[in-house]
């Protein structure tokens, strides 16, 4: 890239982050109501572009119009329900411990609450062009919690995130949001992606994509002199465990249920069951010969696009042209026509599978690899082997639950969201969904980016220690005006009235640390 063009794409970054860092001064400050009103007006400019949206999204990705208005309809539906929590407010966790001046020695009025880290970073998802991207749950969990943001589009549906940000800056001027309180960056490519990420106004950053990307930001934040949280959902092959017992009672109907969940969207779900497993035996063959069948008999489809549908076709000739692999689906696996992913189903026994990490790489598409196991014992080894994981499923009777207890306790050690007799396809948009997991499934298990929790991702708490009533922010007044639940003096109370009592320096005691 010449030196001319970097210097552009850096001036208007820098341009981009010094809006973002204004912007947030004042909108950080704005009450829970007021940011409530800006998600859900963004939530109904969407709905009025709904059309609009699905056709041009279909015509850049080739996902299906029935799926895209499904998934505008989650995206409007995580705008509303991240306004409803900081409507409501009691989410900042506000904690208070009044001064006690009869203790001895006297003790310290200390209030805690959650605060916005600053302006964010969302990278677009290719596979999830309304809700993994502009306006999807990383920008309304970001906006939710105080903070600005700054998404950087993705290239394989640039047409569709403009008009989805169009639909954010009217909803922006309606409601009388800080200028820039949410910007979009469609250009500068890799280079532009790198000085969002290590431009000092930066406080975080959300991406959705490959591991190899996933990692690539990760480097760029630990380049900066103060590091800060990538939360980066980097792929799973989110493992499934088939049982005997339910094998053997259910072979048929769990072939169909599954063919479908790793042939659905041409298998580019995060969530896309990729390593299947079970103990080695006639009712697991029973089950991958219906499996393979039923996968042959699924048409090749459109991929995002030709980029993703190449490399799809490449790891899956890299991986049937190993010894180790036998190819279990009557399709050979090359693609029906340009652009095309076509279904296909490995095996592999426990031992090889075992011997490299080549096999618990993702393949981004309508493939799974079934790693065959002599034993429980050698389960948990494939499952220990395979590494982090966004879920895991246990597909089990009552009778295989008792049997194989052990290796079902170590699956809930592995993944973020641990699943029973359903297919992992899929992700519900509620207060309990848990979308993380262990490395390498994300950077940090701790969080997800799925559900109302994701808010934590851009919040850090405050203790403040001592203040006069009227400088403390409203969630941690005394008559607590906003009416939320809050922690005080150990108890859980939304009753405001708290008594007054500021500790003179002279008497002050605290512990060293």
């Known amino acids: 890239m010449p030196s001319e063009i970097e210097d552009d794409i850096k001036l208007h970054i820098d341009t981009v982050m010094q809006n973002a860092q ?9 009450p829970g109501r007021q940011r409530c009103a800006f998600l859900y007006r963004i939530a109904e400019e969407l709905e009025l572009q709904r059309d609009r949206l699905v056709e041009q999204a279909h015509r850049e990705t080739f996902l299906s119009p029935t799926r895209l208005q499904s998934e505008i309809g989650r995206t409007t539906r995580q705008l509303k329900m991240f306004g409803d929590l900081i ?15 009869q203790a001895a020695p006297a003790s310290v009025d200390i209030r805690k609450m959650q605060v916005p ?13 309304f809700a993994f991207s502009t306006a999807g749950g990383d920008t309304a969990s970001a906006l939710a919690a105080g903070a600005t943001v700054v998404i950087k589009g993705h290239p394989a549906h640039p047409e569709t995130s403009r008009l989805v940000f169009e639909a954010i800056k009217t909803a922006l001027e309606a409601t009388n949001m800080p200028a820039h309180t949410v910007q ?12 969002l990420v290590v431009h000092p106004y930066t ?9 190899q990307v996933g990692l690539t930001l990760l480097a760029y934040a630990r380049e900066r002199i103060d590091p800060i949280p990538i939360f980066a959902e980097m792929g799973s092959v989110n493992p499934v465990v088939f049982y005997p017992d339910a094998l053997t009672r259910h072979a048929r109907q769990l072939a169909t249920q599954y063919a479908q969940s790793i042939t659905m969207g041409v298998g580019q ?53 190993r010894p180790e692999i036998t190819v279990l689906t009557p399709t050979p696996p090359l693609p029906a026509a340009e652009g095309e992913g076509v279904p296909v189903l490995a095996s592999i026994e426990a031992a090889d599978f075992l011997q490299h990490t080549l096999f618990t790489h993702e393949i981004f598409g309508p493939f799974s690899l079934v790693v065959i196991c002599q034993s429980a014992a050698q389960l ?12 895991t499923t246990m597909v089990a009777t009552d009778s295989d639950i008792t049997f194989f207890a052990e290796t079902i306790a170590f699956q809930q050690t592995v993944s973020g969201r641990v699943i029973l007799n359903q297919a992992p396809t899929g992700v519900e948009v509620c207060a309990s969904m848990v ?17 109302t929790s994701a808010i934590k991702r851009w919040v850090r708490p405050v203790c403040y220690q001592n203040f006069k009533d009227s400088m403390l922010p409203d969630a941690l007044k005394n008559s607590n005006p906003l009416g939320i639940l809050r922690l005080v003096n150990n108890q859980y109370t939304r009753e405001g009235g708290l008594p007054v009592q500021a500790v003179p320096p002279a008497s002050l005691h605290t512990d060293a640390h």
């Open 22 to 30: 204004r912007a947030f001064a004042l909108y950080r400050q704005l």
């Open 203 to 211: 406080k975080a950053v959300a991406f959705t994509g490959s591991q």
């Open 87 to 101: 409507a409501e407010g009691s989410w900042v966790e506000a904690a208070i411990d009044t001064a006690e001046n």
């Open 117 to 129: 880290l600053g302006p964010v970073i969302v990278f677009g998802a290719s596979n999830f062009p």
């Open 269 to 321: 779900f995060c969530t896309n069951p990729g390593l299947l497993m079970g103990i080695q035996g006639q009712a697991l063959q029973n089950f991958l010969l219906v499996l393979g069948m039923e996968m042959g008999r699924t048409a090749p489809q459109k991929m995002l696009h030709t980029g993703i549908a190449h490399h799809y076709a490449t790891r899956v000739k890299e991986i049937v042209a």
């Open 184 to 195: 979009h960056v469609a250009t500068g490519g890799n280079h532009g992606g790198k000085l």
């Open 380 to 391: 948990q080894q494939v499952l220990q082997h395979a590494g982090g994981q966004l879920t």
């Open 435 to 451: 979308h993380g997991g262990p490395y390498p499934a994300t950077t940090d298990a701790r969080f997800t980016s799925v559900g």
